[in-house]
């Protein structure tokens, strides 16, 4: 299986532009089409989404892809199914643009306009993600909740190599 | 740190105010009246948001009841720094697996634009 690049993989970055803001921003060693039909098509999206291992997978995963059109995503692990991702798409610029928005159902409140772009760079192609929160509090929750999640992840980890000392 | 305290100095990194006396108190301690002095604000205002950040534990006072310098404390702001880490370590993953993922579909394009050929 090919390894992705080390080269691609620093081209990574988070920032928050504004108080209400997260922006994640990378370079793809793909073209264009290709990374747009990753991000829409439903078989592909189940391939790289969720927390895949061979524990977890992306059980729903629905795309309606045209304006005012719905999206679900919903990932599945030992512990369970999780709780669902959706939204509606808001604008498509096939290959270039999508305004859709997020919603976590943890948190229906708290949704997000999420703005993709995707431009043409030397032949890959980099992925642009805004997602803006109604409020800088609701912002930095999100914040919170991956620190959240990348602890649970590594106390998993942790709990693999305890179970591999035993 | 307690959740809560995440929240405390969340919130009093939200204003622009004190967010410039922050960055000015990078540069070294100053005293309430040359925070001041950029902000077309009264002392008790001023002194308002340097009790919001005391609070949030992202400055130290001094003792001195006639001068009490105000100077900067990074550890909240480092823990701060620390929960956009894990939130970009999640997004990491995600892209790293979407960038191996392009690389089958761009494999599988090929092959089949190759048969495509041959027919």
Redesign the interface.
Known sequence: ?????VA??RT?K?T?PS?TD?Q?T?L????RH??Y??LTKPE?VR???GI?DDKHSVPVCEIDLRVGGAWRFVGEGPEGRMPAFYGVYREIVPRERLVNTEFFELFPDAGSVVTTVLTEEGGKTR?TVTATYPS??VR?M??????E???ATSYDRLEEVAAGLA | MAADQLSTTFAALADPTRRTILARLATGERSVSELAAPFEMSMPAVSKHLRVLERAGLIVRGRDAQWRPCRLNASPLKQVADWTERYRHIWEARFDRLDTYLQQMKAKEKAHARKQRRK
């Open positions: 299986m090919p390894v992705s690049s691609n993989s990574f988070v928050t108080d997260i994640l990378r793809f060693d793909a073209p290709l990374v039909e990753a592909h391939r790289w989404w895949l992925m800088k509090d930095d999100v914040l919170k909740t991956g620190m999640h990348g602890a």
